[in-house]
């Protein structure tokens, strides 16, 4: 592996931060649908600063059985019937995630992933009951520790809200976009990278 990739893998314990956001059909994540999934991989350059890196999206077709609450299709503007989606089934949302995030974790010494959200148990759990539903083996994410922009966002700017916290970063939002899982991963992954920076060049300091 080259240096600038194995730098990473000393930031954080050995663990990958990867960003995670979900859209969903409610807050039970044993019964309610996954809708969309959106993944940011972080990656750190030869001056040791966080960067968003690879990418990954899909829409989520629900599984056999979901339940999916009005108010939550409201709030997010998603259709879950609409052909144009291009829906993909959960399994294989997961597993090309988790192959993208195995990828890198190999490439970057690291030992594993680890899930940065905003209020990143949300994220955790879901992905986790949506693991056990589709029987996957190879989770690459620490099955229970995260790490959450809503406690550093409080942290660094007193804000815990996604939208102000990067308003005070500088980070442009636009909520006319929000509520879309690979925007808000987008900005969620911005934000971390600029705590986390914003950290380092104070303790070099």
């Known amino acids: ?61 629900p599984f056999p059985g979901a339940n999916i609450e009005q108010a939550s299709l409201d709030f997010t503007g998603i259709d879950p019937g609409n052909p144009l ?7 294989e949302a997961l597993i090309e995630t988790f192959g993208e995030i195995r990828t890198e974790v190999r490439q970057t010494g690291c030992q594993r992933a680890i899930l940065v959200g905003h209020n990143a148990s949300f994220d955790l759990g879901f992905l986790m009951a949506a693991s056990a539903r589709c029987n996957i083996k190879r989770n690459p994410l620490h099955p229970f520790s995260t790490l959450d922009t809503v406690s550093l966002g409080g942290l660094a700017f007193g804000q815990t809200v996604l939208a102000r ?25 911005e934000l971390f990278c600029d705590i986390v920076n914003r950290w380092r060049k104070l303790s070099a300091q």
């Open 1 to 61: 592996m080259s240096s600038d990739k194995a730098q990473i893998a000393h930031r954080f314990r050995g663990f990958l931060p990867v960003v995670i956001d979900l859209e969903t059909g409610g807050f039970n994540s044993q019964t309610d649908a996954l809708l969309e999934l959106a993944c940011v991989i972080i990656t750190m350059g030869d001056d040791g600063l966080l960067a968003p890196g690879e990418r990954v999206f899909f829409n989520v077709d």
């Open 85 to 91: 989606r291009g829906a993909v089934p959960e399994k």
């Open 165 to 189: 916290a990067c308003a005070s970063a500088g980070i442009e939002f636009n909520a006319d976009e929000a509520h879309s899982a690979d925007y808000d991963c987008d900005k969620t992954a």
